[in-house]
Structure formats: structure tokens, C-alpha cells
């Protein structure tokens, strides 16, 4: 069985100031990519990163970066120098090989930036 | 073009009436699906669609029916709902799973009020 878990239901962190939230997922395939997405109040679910169970590297785009511990099964987001902007509920989500088209997300995180 | 576009963006219908949902993408992908969504909470997945054929259906009640008429639509047809079915209604598409993995693309979404 696939899951994902976010132990995080609520952050708070200072405008400029840096935040990770936290990710772990549970899987036995071993080909998988794991997914984060930002949904502001608007509704719209916004993809902002992407990790492939075999990537060497860890993923950046912009100021979101993922941690990504392979043996620890965790994939956490860090998202440097929080603008107000980032104020959103943020989700993890994972889609494995077995399983083909279905993406599984976590419970989420709501992240309020702090003026 | 990497959008995905649902209509309408609101709708309120009372117990007896039949309304549709209207997703469409042009992006060429072969996967398509229907997340139901309540606020501060995952998507819970309703239907994937692959190459135009019902894949996965989460036992999802008869009074929500989907259909795919062609590569770039998706609807899902509403009858006889009940309150509790009001949330926001989120249409996605992805490129179909392989060995790298692509993200789902989501469109704004459309918020369904049952009274």
C-alpha cells in the first residue's frame, strides 16, 4: 500500500525568513516520484517541485527546494526567503510505478507567513 | 499550452436538478481525472480516465457519472446530489505513468453548492 504523511497541520513562519515542511511517504516500489503542490484560498492547485525516486540530486526550482532522504523515506520542502505570497495550504503527493496513474497525497500544510 | 480549463468556476443546483462539469486540456495527455475536495483537506480522487476509458473509479455514487468524449474532454454529469456533495469539484491531466514521472496539471476547479 501507498501513503503519504505530513505531520504538520498548521506552520507559522517570519517573512523572510526560511521554512521546511515535512513529508514521508510509504512505499515498496522502487520507482517513484514524489510531488509537492501550493493551493492558495483561490482553489487552484499549483505544482512547484518534483523528485524521481532515482535522482541523484535533490530538486530545486527558485526559492523551493526538496530535502529528499531516500533511506529515511522523507521528502521534505524548504522554501527559503517566505514571502507573504506563500500563504497556502501546501501538499505532498506521490505516484508510483505499480499503481501507474494514481497520485496519493498527504492531509496537507497550512502555512501562514507572518509580516 | 499547459492549462487545464473547468466550467463553470461556481455552481449552485438544487436536489433534483441535472448539471455537467466541463474540463478540457490541450496538452496532449492520456490521463485525466476528477478529484471531489472539502476546504482544508486532500483531494479525494473520484475517476481516472485512461486513453479515454474509465481506469479507476473509488466507488464513487451513481448520482456523479463521468464521461470522456474525446482526448482533450472530460465531464462529469450531476443528478439528484445531495448537501453533502458540495465542495470544490478539481479536473487534472498528466501525461500517463512511465518510467519519469510527470506531474498532474490542475485546472482552477469549480465550487459546487447542493441546497
Known amino acids: 500500500a501507498q501513503k503519504i504523511t505530513q505531520t504538520q497541520p498548521g506552520m507559522f513562519v517570519q517573512e523572510k525568513e526560511a521554512v521546511t515542511l515535512d513529508c514521508t511517504y510509504d512505499?515498496?516500489?522502487?520507482?517513484?516520484?514524489l510531488f509537492w503542490y501550493k493551493q492558495p484560498s483561490s482553489g487552484e492547485m499549483i505544482f512547484l517541485i518534483y523528485?524521481?525516486?532515482?535522482?541523484?540530486q535533490n530538486a530545486t526550482e527558485g526559492r523551493y527546494s526538496l530535502n529528499f532522504q531516500k533511506a529515511r523515506k522523507s521528502a521534505n520542502l524548504v522554501i527559503s526567503a517566505s514571502q507573504l505570497g506563500d500563504s497556502a495550504m501546501y501538499f505532498c503527493a506521490m505516484r508510483v510505478e505499480d499503481t501507474g496513474n494514481q497520485f496519493y497525497f498527504g492531509t496537507g500544510t497550512s502555512l501562514t507567513v507572518i509580516p | 499550452d499547459t492549462e487545464v480549463t473547468q466550467t463553470p468556476k461556481h455552481l449552485v443546483m438544487g436536489m433534483t436538478n441535472k448539471k455537467s462539469l466541463k474540463c478540457e486540456q490541450h496538452?496532449?495527455?492520456?490521463?485525466m481525472y476528477w478529484y471531489k475536495q472539502k476546504a482544508k483537506k486532500p483531494p479525494e480522487l473520484m475517476f481516472v480516465?485512461?486513453?479515454?476509458?474509465?481506469?479507476i473509479n473509488e466507488s464513487v455514487p451513481s448520482r456523479f457519472s463521468p464521461e470522456c468524449p474525446n482526448s482533450s474532454l472530460l465531464n462529469l454529469h450531476l443528478h439528484a446530489l445531495q448537501p453533502e456533495d458540495s465542495a470544490l469539484y478539481l479536473c487534472?491531466?498528466?501525461?500517463?505513468?512511465?518510467?519519469?514521472?510527470?506531474?498532474?496539471?490542475f485546472g482552477p476547479g469549480t465550487r459546487l453548492t447542493v441546497l
Open positions: 512505499t515498496s516500489d522502487p520507482s517513484y516520484g
Open positions: 480516465y485512461s486513453y479515454e476509458k474509465l481506469s
Open positions: 496538452m496532449g495527455h492520456r490521463a
Open positions: 487534472a491531466s498528466s501525461q500517463l505513468s512511465g518510467r519519469e514521472y510527470n506531474e498532474q496539471f
Open positions: 523528485q524521481g525516486s532515482y535522482d541523484q
